[in-house]
């Protein structure tokens, strides 16, 4: 006996005699001639040591060691085949995981509506969810541990510095101004953009998204005030609570106003004065696996389906 694997053909010859007991029943099915699956069986039972057929010059039956080994044997070529089927499937991008990073404006956003649809076409993808800042995904798009993210910046200002990557811009997200509800400004009828630039400021900080940064920043220097920052924090919806406690005001993408902050109200800037326009964009390897490619063409399809313009710059 021979302590070498026996190979998975010699495995479906065994089967094929076991399900036929016939021997050129057996060979048709296996697209083979009798002589050597007669010669194959022969070396199968030399390689265990002990028969797997009773023969006689009319009939074939399994020996006892044979009828043991039916059932193991079919389970263990299903389960192979199977693992080639998945190794396929994952080849086209049914099968497998997605790792997808969003800035926390997009979960107010159509992200929960793309990712139901998606589940729903693509049932053996598992998505994993990782809400991070545009810094922290744009370091793991490069280092590989995100397939895909959502970043946010200011409209006019150019995609992100990512070579290697591409993106696509799949939201236009207008800046509206969070306010306390006992803020004089929150009772005007019309907002004076030089009197909001006035005012403490909550921003993120700069890491996160440095173009809208700059664009909130240089919008407050056009309205004749250097900007006045009370606090920096990094999620919105602590932004929101911040302005709610009444530190400052706060320019928000206007997703984040399905946040019902007791205490906060929001308000838009006549758009001859308001700051530029937040734009989010999708990011993705140019070289990305099948599972990405996936996503991606289901968000341009979700664009397309909307019927609304594509945003842009």
């Known amino acids: 006996m021979s302590d070498a694997p026996i190979e998975a053909r010699a495995w479906r010859q065994f089967l094929a005699l076991a399900e036929t007991l016939h021997y050129g029943r057996a ?29 006689s010059r009319r009939s074939v039956a399994l020996s006892p060691a044979g009828e043991a080994l039916v059932e193991p044997v079919r389970q263990w070529l ?58 922290v995904q744009q370091a793991a798009l490069r280092e590989g541990q995100l397939d895909c993210g959502f970043l946010l910046r200011a409209r006019g200002i150019g995609p992100a510095e990512l070579p290697g990557f591409d993106s696509l811009p799949v939201l236009d997200e207008p800046l509206l101004l969070a306010l306390p509800e006992a803020h004089a400004l929150a009772q005007a009828q019309a907002l004076d953009p030089q009197a909001v630039a006035a005012e403490p400021l909550v921003i993120f900080p700069r890491s996160i998204a440095p173009s809208l940064h700059d664009a909130i920043l240089a919008w407050t220097h056009r309205q004749g005030h250097a900007p006045a920052i009370a606090q920096e924090a990094i999620q919105m919806q602590t932004i929101v609570n911040l302005v709610s406690a009444g530190l400052g005001l706060a320019w928000v993408p206007a997703s984040i106003t399905t946040l019902q902050r007791p205490g906060v109200v929001y308000r838009r800037l006549d758009a001859r004065h308001a700051p530029p326009q937040g734009l989010a964009e999708m990011v993705w390897p140019r070289e990305a696996p099948a599972a990405t490619r996936r996503f991606v063409e289901h968000v341009r399809a979700a664009l397309a389906a909307a019927g609304l313009p594509p945003p842009g710059d």
């Open 78 to 135: 299903a389960a192979g085949q199977d693992l080639v089927e998945r190794a396929r499937a994952s080849g086209r991008g049914e099968l497998g995981r997605l790792r997808l990073g969003f800035v926390s404006t997009l979960g107010f956003g159509p992200l929960p509506g793309w990712l139901r649809s998606f589940r729903a076409a693509h049932p053996g993808l598992q998505v994993e969810l990782r809400e991070a800042t545009g810094d």
């Open 27 to 55: 060979a048709a099915r296996l697209h083979m001639t009798q002589p050597p699956l007669t010669v194959a069986i022969q070396q199968l039972e030399a390689r265990l040591g002990t028969p797997l057929f009773v023969r």
